[in-house]
């Protein structure tokens, strides 16, 4: 028997995959990388919401059946290791594919900017779309069928056309270079986000990314961040049952309570992944919780590259893959 799974892409088309129950989720994951002729695969994944209503990443080491209880499912193709800077990516259709998921997370309020950042993302994604501004060809409406900022007004629009006149030759490729270079800096950039309690039973967030482990306060989305620790200051990141302890270099301690064990161990995981993908030449054969600064009642085995290995994996084959852009929906 086979799950019948859609697949929602970043430039708003879909795919349809019939796939056996008793197949591991990496059989899905390369017939979608297969699909999109995608190489520098990595950096993106496969989200679904589970049986408790959790977003979560499709796991390639699990069967179908064991991760999916709905049929038919429902995916969205997404950056779930989000590169530290445009360099740091080789390909231009993979830089091209973060831009749209990165104009999603603006899109959608889960990345925040100030103004003056908007109006300047919304200029670069018109310069990548309709390219140099023409007098001729670009009236006044020019901009209504680009979809690039949330809640505008006259004066914004206003602003975004000027900008672009100031884009001028560059390349869409080159647009897309200077658009991720300034969504970088911004604090949100490319974190995921875990609701736990701290020792007040207060709810706060801890988060991870490419640069290290945060803990914010407040509520989304204006959060305060209260820690930041880059991972060479993360001595040990622990699990046990609901209970989660962040340790420094310092021997510093935060201790945090999730709602169950299964969350307490996806936000280990996600760490898992992120430190090896980042930090590591090379990914260790197994993650154990003796020898590794992610320790907890569970090992774990990151499967995938490191960035290093796709960064020179890339540059030796030296493969610029063709693709279409496709106008904003």
């Not at 831009?99 to 670069?124: E, H, I, K, Y």
């Not at 991870?208 to 509520?219: D, M």
Request: charged fraction near 25%; proline fraction near 4%.
């Amino acid at each position: 028997m086979a799950f019948l799974c859609r697949v929602d892409l970043l430039d708003s088309s879909y795919l349809t995959v019939e796939i056996e129950k008793r197949e591991k989720g990496s059989a899905l994951l390369d017939h979608v990388f297969k699909a999109l002729n995608l190489s520098e695969t990595e950096y993106f994944g496969l989200k679904f919401t589970d049986s408790n209503n959790q977003p979560r990443f499709l796991s390639g080491d699990k069967t179908m059946k064991k991760q999916l209880k709905d049929v038919p499912c429902t995916f969205k193709f997404a950056v779930k290791l989000y590169p530290p800077s445009p360099g740091s990516i080789v390909e231009d259709y993979t830089r091209y594919l973060v831009c749209l998921q990165v104009r999603r997370d603006l899109l959608n309020g889960w990345l925040t900017c100030p103004v003056d950042a908007a109006m300047l993302f919304g200029s670069l994604v018109v310069q990548a779309e309709v390219g140099d501004y023409d007098q001729e060809k670009h009236h006044e409406s020019y901009l209504a069928a680009v979809g690039f900022l949330k809640n505008y007004n006259a004066h914004m629009l206003q602003t975004v056309s000027e900008l672009h006149h100031t884009h001028k030759g560059l390349t869409p490729a080159q647009a897309d270079y200077k658009f991720l270079d300034r969504a970088c800096r911004l604090e949100m950039y490319g974190v995921h986000l875990f609701p736990v309690l701290d020792r007040k039973d207060r709810i706060v967030y801890v988060a991870v990314s490419w640069a290290g482990l945060a803990v914010y306060g407040g509520k989304f989305p204006d959060l305060v961040r209260r820690l930041g620790l880059p991972w060479r200051w993360v001595s040990q990141i622990i699990f046990e049952n609901k209970k989660l302890k962040l340790c420094d270099i310092e021997e510093s301690k935060w201790c945090f309570g999730c709602k169950t064990r299964h969350e307490c161990k996806r936000f280990w995981k996600m760490c898992a992944e992120h430190h090896t993908f980042f930090r590591r030449r090379v990914p260790q054969k197994r993650i154990s919780p003796v020898l590794s600064i992610l320790r907890g009642s569970s090992y774990y085995s990151y499967s995938g590259r490191t960035q290093h290995q796709v960064i020179e994996d890339s540059l030796q084959n030296g493969y610029q893959a063709e693709f279409v852009r496709t106008p904003s929906q």
